[in-house]
Structures are given as C-alpha cells and as structure tokens.
C-alpha cells in the first residue's frame, strides 16, 4: 500500500472520510497491536458510529484488548484475528490509531488485494499510509478525531459513543494532565460529560485501580532502576521472569514507564520490556524538551515527542546498551 503526503485541510480530510464510509457497505476495524485506551475506545467509536449508519463491520485486534475497557460499547464484539476465518477478506479498512501500517500487525492478512484503506490517526510519526486519510497529528488522542468525524456524519453523540470519546481522551492525556491537554480537549471532555459520561467513574477504574500483579511486578522493575546522563536519563527493566514469577499481564505493564520519567531531575524515562520472541520493547516517556519520537523512529518505532515507543532485536542488556547510548547523544 503505497504512502503518500495528503496536503489537504482537515476539514477536506473530514470530508473525504465521510465520502469513504458513505461508499462502502462492510468493513473491517483494526487498531495498532498492543491496544491501549485510545486504541480500544477509537475501534468501539467507529464501530458505534457504523453501526448508526446501518452498516455492516467486523471490529478486530491481532492481541485481546484489556479487561479493563470491558465497559466500552462494543467491547465484546472485538475479536483477535487469528479467530476469523483466515479465508475472509475485506476489501474497506479503517485503521485507528496506527502511526504506521506494520502496528495493523497481523489483522493484515485479512485485506483483500484490493483493499481500500482509510487512515485515521493523531501520531506525527504517522507515515500517511492509505487511500483516505483523516491525521491531525495536534489531536490529543485519535478519539478527538473521531468526535468531529460523528458530526461530519451528522451523528447524535448518546452515552455510550460519549464513554468511548472519553475514555480515549482520559487515558491519552494522563487524566487530563499532560501537555496535550488543549481546549478543545477540554471543551469536548465538558460536552460528553453534559452526555451522562460518569467521568469520576472511568477516572477511578482506569487510572486508580490496580493489580496486585502490577504491585509484583512493580516491585521487580525498581529493583533494575539506573540513572545515565548525570540523572536526566533513568530506565526499569522488565524480564520474562518477572513476568512468569508474577503472573502480570500486558495490562499490569500500564505505567510503569512514569516512574522513571517521574523522579525529579529526569528528562528521559524508560521501559524495557523482554518478550518471548526474543525481541525487547522499549517505552519511552519525556519531560520538558526531548524529543523521544525520534529517537524511537531511529530504531523503526514511533510516537509522540513526549511519549513513543519501539522494538529491538536482541536481548535485554543490548537493548538497554543501544538505546542508552543513543538516547545520550540528546544530552551531550
């Protein structure tokens, strides 16, 4: 699928979007692996939104989403790819949330050959892949996007779109504390909670609750803490081990990367995180002026300036090895 630059306005985007859904009958849904809030709440949004307008979809992720986001609309509608017949074949996608078309993973075997593809995302990194695009890489999450594209579509927002809408807003802005926290975002989170959203509610379940398996693992990932950088760059670690010794999940993952971006004189935190493939994936989270997108895009990752992440080959301590020196070179 060939990558190209789109120059148009948001508001031709929006359009174009609208034109996309408008002309096909069936789609597939996928989101980027690994799903996260925005991810599980940008698939339950379109699907809801699809859903109104009478057609026909399949809302799909090459991993289970997290428990967690079992209160979204649509939620249990989501299947793993590998649960569909792998002969079916869909020839309109809609991606959310994928800064690129490797993050589709392995739902990709499930595009027809002459797949039609609509982008929807909010990463800078985004790579433009697609037919149709609809990127405002300024968008605190891609749920802002999907906002203004029901009301392109003319689509009343009910509670249970409203919840999607913020629980991507939520978890993507940190409970509405980090930098891209916007007006608009706020304007939005106001109008959805006037919706009956119970904001205090999703607060509580999905930044405040927690596992004992995430305390377990918690416990192991501070044991590895190191500074680099005079204190500006600080990492945890976390092994196949600790992660068979505790039980954790993908979901007991969830923050761990803020607590050594949080210790104060650090710029740079990150998370190291051993997989069974024999790959590590790195999680990278910045304070004030580092740039972590670009160092992620170095190793053929992606992201947000303050908030990106990546995969590298090889074990644990050369992954640490080669993304601390890398990450080092911004502070020299």
Not at 38 to 60: F, N, P
Not at 176 to 194: C, D, G, H, Q, W
Not at 195 to 222: F, Q, Y
């Amino acid at each position: 699928m060939t990558a190209s630059r789109d120059d148009r306005s948001y508001e031709e985007q929006l359009a174009a979007a609208r034109a996309f859904i408008e002309a096909n009958d069936r789609f597939l849904v996928v989101a980027h692996v690994n799903p996260d809030g925005d991810a599980a709440a940008s698939t339950c949004a379109t699907g809801w939104m699809l859903e109104r307008l009478g057609k026909k979809y399949t809302l799909v992720n090459e991993n289970s989403m997290p428990g967690k986001f079992d209160h979204l609309w649509g939620f249990d509608r989501i299947v793993r790819s590998d649960e569909l017949d792998p002969s079916e074949r869909f020839g309109a996608v809609i991606s959310v949330d994928c800064a690129d078309e490797s993050r589709i993973g392995k739902a990709r075997a499930l595009f027809a050959g002459d797949v039609r593809l609509l982008n929807i995302d909010h990463h800078p990194t985004n790579d433009r892949f697609g037919d149709v695009r609809l990127i405002r890489d300024d968008a605190a999450a891609t749920v802002e996007i999907l906002y203004d594209l029901a009301s392109e579509l003319k689509l009343a927002p009910t509670p249970e779109f409203a919840t999607a809408i913020y629980t991507g807003l939520l978890t993507d802005t940190g409970g509405f504390r980090y930098s891209n926290t916007s007006p608009k975002v706020m304007r939005i989170a106001s109008e959805l909670l006037a919706c009956g959203v119970p904001g205090h509610k999703l607060a509580e379940r999905l930044l405040e609750r927690i596992s004992r398996s995430h305390i377990e693992l918690l416990r192991r990932a501070l044991a590895t803490l190191q500074f680099a950088c005079g204190g500006k760059l600080c990492w945890v670690s976390v092994s196949q081990e600790d992660i068979r010794q505790t039980g954790a999940t993908a979901e007991d993952m969830d923050g761990l990367v803020l607590y050594p971006r949080n210790i104060e004189g650090v710029e740079v935190g990150m998370l190291f995180k051993e997989t069974e493939d024999g790959t590590v994936k790195v999680s990278f989270r910045s304070n004030t002026y580092a740039d972590v997108a670009a160092v992620a895009k170095s190793f053929g990752g992606g992201g947000h300036v303050r908030a990106s992440g990546c995969t590298i080959p090889g074990t644990l301590a050369e992954a640490i090895e080669r993304v601390v020196k890398e990450v080092g070179q911004h502070f020299q």
